[in-house]
């Protein structure tokens, strides 16, 4: 559905977007403000960022969490990319309609229940709550994400590319590495990036399941905003901002990239 | 070359091959048509080994080709889509099938420029697939799967996303590339006029049976049964009695009281039900000039169907029945012969009836 | 086609994992949440010996208890609390889909490549932290922070209202935080309207604001049914937002469970919470599942 722009659309349009950006925006200017009050704007200045460089405890908790989200990321890319496969791929199977139930219901499931259910198991087997088990929470809630994102691709998917690989003379297995993986790459890609965000991003689960030497940013930063706005907390979250609009930046540009000489080695 | 044996093959409740028999012969461009789901690209996918058949065995050179997988099999497929791949240059499609049999770089590079010369491709070997026209594509596609000089080329409807002209053309390099090139084609279509052309034989499909397994020529002026003669081209299919069948040949008489002479035709016995096959363009249309003949039929045009080159003629005769015919419109003029309501006479050879069992 | 190793493989390790980590747990809360308290290291009993065999089997079932169910039942302050959620909940989701819809509207209706930048810019806050969005209000709302401060410069009023810690704060950040899970479902539905379906009901007669509602509107219905789920659902167990921009006085039913577990240390009447809470929202649950397959599976 396309058409003009009226002027009704394009009210809904500016009023939805201030709404979304106009808070993010307060926030970046905010932590360049000289003044501790947060009400009262003191000059620019970028003390806060220099406090924060002194900060350890918030160093080591965005290193942590920097390692999480990689890690968490790259195992729920993988089980979430087979989990996708068996879904579009494998036909009907035993227990496919519970398969399908704990791949959507993880999506909605309030994150509170899945942190604690997470957390009682670990209890439960005994396992020391620390770096992996937060790992492991977050590759379980990440890779449902995955599996919906590469799941739209391969639906996609033209079926008789690989049989014409196959009718050309490659083996299953090579079919898959030549002719699916680079054809499914954008969404494979895309998907890790979404459950790379998802995991820097999760507070309560963190919570849950991690143990002494785990803090995450955001439970660092969760347990300073608790008793109140810092302007440190500022800067921290516009440098987050930062480095995720960078990455953001970095790969759509990739993605033009690729598709510009593409284009252009075939002129 | 290619032996279906009692080949079955089940989707659920239907059957999209049933029980189907058939020989294809080495260096032979062998077309299966029929209507959409008929089962021929079942038909085919089987052979090419996508498909597995539930009954029956699938002949290669003589031996069962059951077990081979359908990467090993000596047979290659042009796809109704082409299934080019998208992150491959032309060349690199082309080439893909050799880099399976791990062949030398300087082999499958010779080989893959010899195709691309015989198919016209010179300079597009480093196009994405996207950047070609529908014509290219095809080329590719066909020139991807000839490389690998397969004992048996399928083609699953490999003209279907062409336009008419590009397709006049492409049929007939098709045929030219197979004579030369000397292998087995077996193309899969639903275009009867395709299949006439391009192919030596013709297996008509139906419902997962052959129908019929003949020569175009064959196809076309003798059809086997009312379903062939109708599917084939355009025809006028008469209800009759038989009154007599000897040696000298066989008299039907339709409901209408017109009586049809023809060629003495297996199978038909005095008194049973048959059915008149005439096509149109063997059906002479002529305005009443002199007086009546008495082997000829008079009506009155009710509508023209103008073609072109021909014109098909909806004739009421005066006993009520309708017939087509045609006339090769060899005059330029835009005023045609007969308009609608004109008196007509139409008159056929007798070899022209064709007189169906079934 | 036969299954192969490798097809069985593609199923096996995902499934597993999922088995492992996302069914166990769920047993293991309701296994707990019939358990009762204990100054212990887990805090709770019986613990299943499995050690013992068939006995610690029988003497592990017979010592279960609905303690902390009854508890839940017999405390106002729970029941209270799911309410209170449930009501936000569907607050939240109502205004979401009012102002949700007029720009997912307005976005399907932009000419193209503006759409797609337009559509950029509304999943791009989903991409910074949810944390992040949530302190920046914060920022706003709180007691010298900006709104007030713009509303007493410009006069409206005289001395600062106390926005933060109350319900009307979690509004704003829920509604603020789940624009995009209600604007994109939305989008897509409508995208894919053909305009000559407009066109059409316009050319038999039907004035705009009818065409709308017998024509837009039901055709964004699976839009409407996924964004509203998917709003809906996560928003009645949410801790962050209530917690940050709430009071104290009135709990959603999330921090509820939350101080159940890491105040009071009581993990059976948590687990009990938290199979409560599932059990209200299993239906939604299960209508999204089956929303989302048809989306998904029924194109093909």
């Known amino acids: 559905m396309q058409g003009r722009l009226t002027r009704v659309n394009l009210a809904a349009l500016a009023i939805g977007l201030a709404f979304l950006y106009l808070p993010i925006a307060i926030l970046v200017i905010y932590s360049f403000n000289d003044s501790r009050l947060v009400g009262v704007w003191g000059g620019w200045s970028l ?80 396992i020391d709550r620390g770096f992996w088990t937060v790992v492991i929470a977050h590759a379980t809630l990440t890779l449902c994400f995955v599996t919906v994102v590469v799941q739209a691709r391969l639906l996609d998917f033209d079926r008789s590319l690989e049989e014409a690989a196959t009718d050309l003379g490659c083996p299953p297995w090579r079919v898959f590495m030549t002719i699916t993986l680079p054809l499914i790459a954008p969404a494979v890609v895309a998907a890790w990036m979404l459950a790379f965000t998802l995991s820097l991003d999760d507070l309560v689960i963190a919570s849950f399941t991690s143990g002494p030497g785990a803090t995450t940013l955001p439970i660092r930063i969760y347990s300073e905003v608790r008793l109140g706005v810092k302007p440190e907390i500022n800067a921290v979250c516009t440098i987050m901002i930062a480095v995720v609009a960078s990455v953001l930046i970095v790969a759509s540009l990739l993605s033009k990239l690729t598709v510009a000489s593409r284009t252009q080695r075939s002129a | 070359m290619v032996r279906f044996e009692d080949v079955s093959k089940r989707f659920g409740a239907t059957a999209a091959v049933d029980r189907l028999s058939l020989d294809i012969f080495p260096g032979e461009f062998f077309a299966l048509l029929g209507p959409s789901g008929c089962g021929k690209t079942t038909l085919l996918r089987m052979l090419a080994g996508f498909e597995t058949p539930d009954e029956g065995r699938i002949l290669l050179d003589g031996s069962d080709i059951a ?47 010899a195709m691309m010369a015989l198919l016209q491709l010179g300079r597009l070997g480093e196009r994405r697939p996207d950047q070609l026209s529908g014509g290219q594509r095809q080329r590719v596609a066909l020139a991807r799967s000839l490389v690998k000089r397969p004992r048996v080329l399928l083609l699953d409807e490999p003209m279907a996303a062409l336009d008419r002209k590009l397709r006049e053309e492409t049929q007939f390099e098709l045929m030219d590339l197979q004579a030369r090139l000397g292998l087995t084609f077996v193309i899969v279509t639903h275009d009867q006029e395709e299949a006439m052309k391009v192919a030596d034989r013709i297996g008509v499909m139906n419902h997962g049976r052959l129908v019929q397994v003949a020569l175009p020529e064959e196809i076309y002026e003798k059809p086997n049964s009312r379903w062939v003669a109708d599917f084939i081209g355009d025809v006028n299919l008469i209800e009759g009695r038989v009154t007599v069948a000897d040696a000298d040949g066989v008299v039907v008489e339709a ?54 080159d021909v014109s098909v003629y909806k004739v009421r005769l005066d006993n009520g029945l309708v017939m087509k015919a045609a006339a090769a419109n060899t005059m330029r003029r835009v005023a045609q012969p007969f308009g609608c309501n004109d008196r007509v006479v139409l008159s056929w050879a007798r070899d022209a009836v064709a007189v169906l069992t079934r | 086609m ?96 009012l102002l949700g819809f007029p720009l997912a509207y307005a976005l399907a209706r932009t000419p193209q490549p503006a759409q797609g930048v337009l559509l950029v810019l509304v999943v791009l806050p989903f991409w910074t932290s949810f944390l992040i969005r949530i302190y920046a209000w914060m920022n706003i709302l709180q007691r010298d922070g900006l709104l007030n401060g713009a509303l007493q410069a410009l006069g409206v009023v005289d001395a600062p209202i106390p926005w933060l810690a109350t319900d009307a704060a979690v509004m704003i950040g829920l509604v603020y935080s789940y624009l995009p899970f209600m604007v994109l479902p939305l989008y897509a539905s409508l995208q894919k309207m053909d305009t000559a379906l407009l066109e059409a ?25 996924a964004g509203s789920l998917l709003c809906f659902i996560p928003i009645v167990g949410e801790f962050v937002i209530p917690d940050l921009l709430g009071g104290s006085q009135s709990l959603m039913i999330g921090q509820t469970l939350w101080i159940e577990f890491f105040g009071n240390k009581d993990w059976p009447v948590a687990s009990a919470l938290a199979v409560a809470l599932l059990a209200v929202l299993l239906v939604p649950i299960v209508l999204y599942q089956r929303q989302q397959m048809r989306a998904l599976e029924g194109g093909r």
């Open chain 2, 67 to 113: 077990a081979v997988p359908p990467h090993r099999r000596p047979v290659n497929m042009m796809f109704q889509s082409y299934a080019l791949f998208p992150h491959l240059t032309v060349a690199g499609n082309i080439a893909f099938g050799l880099r399976q049999e791990g062949l030398p770089k300087t082999e499958i590079a010779e080989r893959v420029g």
């Open chain 2, 255 to 308: 409901a209408e009281g017109i009586r049809f002479q023809a060629d003495a035709t297996d199978g038909a016995k005095t008194g049973e039900t048959v059915w008149v096959a005439l096509r149109p363009e063997k059906i002479a249309i002529a305005s009443i000039t002199d007086g009546k003949r008495a082997d000829a039929l008079y009506g009155e045009v009710l509508e023209i169907g103008y073609r072109g």
């Open chain 3, 201 to 225: 009901a316009a050319d038999l007669g039907a004035p705009a604001w009818k065409t709308f509602w017998l024509v837009t509107v039901p055709l964004a219905r699976p839009g409407i049914v």
């Open chain 1, 47 to 126: 003390r806060w960022y220099r406090d924060l460089l002194g900060n350890q405890a918030m160093l080591d908790a965005a290193w942590a969490s920097l390692r999480v989200a990689v890690l968490s990321a790259s195992i729920a890319t993988v089980l979430g990319t087979l989990a996708a496969l068996a879904l579009v791929r494998a036909g009907r199977f035993a227990g496919r309609t519970a398969f399908v139930a704990m791949i959507y219901a993880p999506l909605v499931m309030p994150e509170v229940i899945t942190g604690l259910s997470l957390l009682l198991l670990f209890v439960a087997i005994n």
């Open chain 3, 2 to 97: 036969k299954r192969s190793w490798s097809m069985i493989l593609v199923v096996a390790v995902p499934y597993l994992w999922l088995a492992a980590f996302f069914l166990v747990p769920f047993l293991i809360v309701l296994k707990i949440s019939l358990s009762q308290t204990a100054l212990a290291q887990p805090p709770y009993l019986p613990v299943l010996d499995l050690a013992a065999g068939w006995r610690g089997l029988r003497g592990f079932v017979t010592a279960l208890s609905l303690e902390g169910y009854a508890l839940l039942f017999s405390d106002p302050l729970y029941l209270f609390s799911y309410l209170k959620s449930l009501a936000i909940g569907a607050g939240a989701t109502a205004i979401l889909l």
